[in-house]
């Protein structure tokens, strides 16, 4: 089977503008989540879906947004990007809920200058 | 809220000795625990899971990690470590009550020397 996918793996944006990341999880898996990792805060839980329903959502401020299609895929939104946002953005796949254990992408870098 | 500390920020060992990395969460109830590996510039990968059942849990490339109860901890061991093993090492727990989430250590880094 093919791993979790991640487009694009780079990404340079300006303050104020807004990106969108995309993942494709495992053939088979019905649940995505989003992570945002950075050297001070290390791994922070973004939020959760579900066959398309959010399930959970961390402390992270109403620019960072996302969706799940229905065949699983996943986007992920920020808008009104500030320098703070660049980090690296990690999607994880797994069967069922986030519990069973999730297997994650190689992620995105984002640089926000 | 659930918490996960991860006591050593960076461990160094030769090759071929043995290892053991330390995780303590803090939950009120037994959490689903991980541990994860992350290679310079890769995502993270699953070494191993607990849910239940015996608390001796076996994993991937020879890892295996012991959930005590008594002692909220979740340590990850190796017998014999290989250059290979050298990557950051993160603990985390899925927990929460009303909102389960996965929620990390802040990880540590493994040097292996040869």
């Known amino acids: 089977k093919a791993g979790v996918t991640q487009t694009p793996r780079y990404l340079i944006k300006t303050r104020g503008q807004q990106v969108t990341l995309s993942c494709s999880p495992i053939?088979?898996?019905?649940?995505v989540s989003w992570y945002q990792q950075t050297p001070g805060q290390g791994l922070q839980f973004l939020f959760e879906y579900f066959s398309e329903t959010q399930r959970n959502k961390g402390n992270f401020p109403g620019r960072f947004s996302g969706r799940q299609f229905s065949n699983s895929r996943s986007e992920m939104n920020v808008s009104t990007l500030e320098l703070g946002d660049s980090a690296l953005y990690l999607c994880a796949s797994s069967p069922g809920l986030a519990g069973e254990g999730q297997y994650f992408g190689p992620g995105t870098r984002l640089t926000v200058t | 809220a659930q918490s996960v500390t991860q006591p050593d920020i960076h461990i160094t060992v030769s090759e071929g000795a043995s290892l053991e990395l330390r995780c303590n969460y803090s939950?009120?109830?037994?959490?689903?625990l991980f541990w994860y590996v992350q290679s310079p510039g890769q995502g993270l990968q699953l070494l191993l899971k607990?849910?239940?059942?015996?608390?001796l849990v076996q994993g991937i490339k020879g890892f295996e990690a012991e959930f005590k109860r008594s002692q909220s901890s979740f340590n990850l061991r190796k017998p014999s470590v290989h250059w290979s093993d050298a990557a950051e090492y993160f603990c985390a727990v899925y927990a929460g009550g009303s909102n389960y989430k996965l929620t990390f250590g802040k990880g540590t880094l493994l040097t292996v020397n040869p």
């Open positions: 053939s088979g898996h019905r649940s």
């Open positions: 607990y849910f239940s059942g015996d608390t």
């Open positions: 939950y009120g109830a037994t959490p689903y």
